[in-house]
């Protein structure tokens, strides 16, 4: 027979919140383990009401969806708690975003308890990145985009612990627009823009493995000969499922929690 721990078991999830948080600054170079750490001792200093699992070791119910690579920032992050009790959203707006680090802030809150229909994952098919080019032409930038986009497939190599994966960057592009921002910003504290700065709209659909912001860079550089004198500066702006009443040259996203405000 299993052993279970002593005491009574853990209160249960009464209600399910939905969270889009941002993670700017420094932070974007935190790994999303260093964030849900922080999230947790958020919790923790804040007072709300988590529910845990079961067992030896309870853990909190805190769950994520699709975290940025490290060295990113973002301001469309998900991810769902569930609580022991009742609380209001703006209530656990304000007392996360006053126990997280200056970097991260709650964007947005919301009740899933009793919503129907899809899961977080289920709502999220896209991500919509925006990639800042210093130094580098508008020209050079539509050039390289021109060329990617012309070929069916464009494969390149990453590199993981497990040896070297290549990935078709080609097939997960959606859309790509190219503008160009000659005082695009920098993140506070990076310097100023020394010329002019291209910037790429571009959404890329989720798959497996996931095509990241560094491999279009790639893409880019192998197949348009795109040269980056200084290191691209990308954010995720938002995630979501695809929108198919938008242009088809510039998708946009619905917000995974939009409905749920309703």
């Not at 920032?73 to 009790?85: C, N, R, T």
């Not at 990935?167 to 010329?195: C, F, H, K, Q, W």
């Not at 893409?219 to 990308?234: D, E, H, M, Q, Y």
Request: aromatic share 4%; glycine share 6%; proline share 10%.
């Amino acid at each position: 027979m299993s052993r279970q721990p002593d005491g009574p078991p853990p209160p249960p999830v009464v209600q399910r919140l939905r969270i889009r948080y941002a993670k700017r600054g420094r932070l974007r170079f935190t790994s999303h383990r260093d964030i849900a750490r922080a999230f947790e001792r958020a919790v923790r200093r804040s007072g709300v009401p988590i529910a845990f699992s079961a067992g030896f070791s309870p853990h909190p119910k805190i769950s994520y969806a699709g975290a940025a690579p490290t060295g990113v920032g973002s301001e469309a992050e998900y991810l769902e708690i569930g609580l022991a009790q009742v609380q209001e959203p703006d209530q656990v707006r304000t007392a996360l975003d006053r126990a997280l680090p200056p970097d991260i802030e709650i964007v947005d809150v919301v009740d899933a308890t009793t919503s129907a229909g899809s899961s977080l994952a289920e709502r999220i098919e896209a991500s919509r990145w925006q990639i800042s080019l210093p130094d580098v032409p508008l020209t050079d930038a539509c050039s390289a985009v021109e060329a990617l986009l012309a070929r069916p497939s464009a494969p390149v190599e990453r590199p993981t612990k497990d040896g070297t994966r290549t990935i078709d960057v080609r097939t997960a592009l959606v859309s790509v627009v190219v503008g160009d921002a000659p005082s695009a910003a920098r993140e506070p504290g990076e310097g100023e823009m020394n010329a002019g700065c291209a910037t790429l709209d571009v959404v890329v659909q989720h798959a497996t493995p996931a095509v990241r912001p560094d491999d279009i860079l790639t893409a880019l550089r192998l197949f348009g000969a795109l040269s980056t004198p200084v290191a691209p500066v990308v954010t995720r702006l938002a995630q979501g499922l695809i929108d198919e009443t938008s242009p088809t040259d510039h998708r946009r996203l619905l917000d995974p929690l939009k409905d749920l405000t309703s």
